[in-house]
T-cell receptor, first 114, second 110 residues
């Protein structure tokens, strides 16, 4: 089983619909992140959480919200989807302490808003 | 603003040759850098990292070089193989978060 699991893997939704992307992890990491990937723009941070009671906005949080339901679960919601939110979304986790602070990424959710 | 960027969006390499992927960063406060590899349909995967108190670090077939004077980071892949075809991202760690460059797509020619 994957360390970081994202569901769904692919989703097509209509403009104005509410949609939730889910992320769960078995790494036991406290820190979780949501990134968006667009061609030529790399990965941009949407929201991040350093523990269950901590939620922080990233560089492109407008139009998104998150919920940290447990240490292992971090969901991303689009309250009213719009076409320019069509992108590849990644969830990631990290220990946050120790020498290696690199992230473990999920396989991504490809979202298309029509 | 400060950002991490890669010099070239694409790189075509003959199988067996060495690859060099470059990255320029502008945040002098960053103290930790990571290279990631992203294959089609997958999330980024850690390749190698380096801290700012080092200028070189080697892994298996990969070497990362850090030049803090000119704020430049590079990834060298020795004897490039078809499985090295992917998008490569550099990332800098600052303010408890990673910031990513736009990525370089490496294509290996047979």
């Amino acid at each position: 089983d994957a360390d970081v699991t994202q569901t769904p893997r692919n989703r097509i939704t209509k403009t104005g619909k509410r949609i939730m992307l889910e992320c769960s992890q078995t790494k036991g990491h406290d820190r979780m992140y949501w990134y968006r990937q667009d061609p030529g723009l790399g990965l941009r941070l949407i929201y991040y959480s350093f523990d269950v009671k901590d939620i922080n906005k990233g560089e492109i949080s407008d139009g998104y919200s998150v919920s940290r339901q447990a240490q292992a679960k971090f969901s991303l919601s689009l309250e009213s989807a719009i076409p320019n939110q069509t992108a590849l979304y990644f969830c990631a986790t990290s220990e946050g302490t120790g020498r290696h602070v690199g992230y473990t990424f999920g396989s991504g959710t490809r979202l298309t808003v029509v | 603003g400060e950002s991490v960027g890669l010099h070239l969006p694409t790189l075509s390499v003959q199988e067996g040759d060495n690859s060099i992927i470059n990255c320029a960063y502008s945040n002098s406060a960053s103290d930790y850098f990571i290279w990631y590899k992203q294959e089609s349909g997958k999330g980024p995967q850690f390749i190698i990292d380096i801290r700012s108190n080092m200028d070189k670090r080697q892994g298996q077939r990969v070497t990362v070089l850090l030049n803090k004077t000119v704020k430049h980071l590079s990834l060298q892949i020795a004897a490039t193989q078809p499985g090295d075809s992917a998008v490569y991202f550099c990332a800098e760690f600052n303010d408890y978060k990673l910031s990513f460059g736009a990525g370089t797509t490496v294509t290996v020619r047979a």
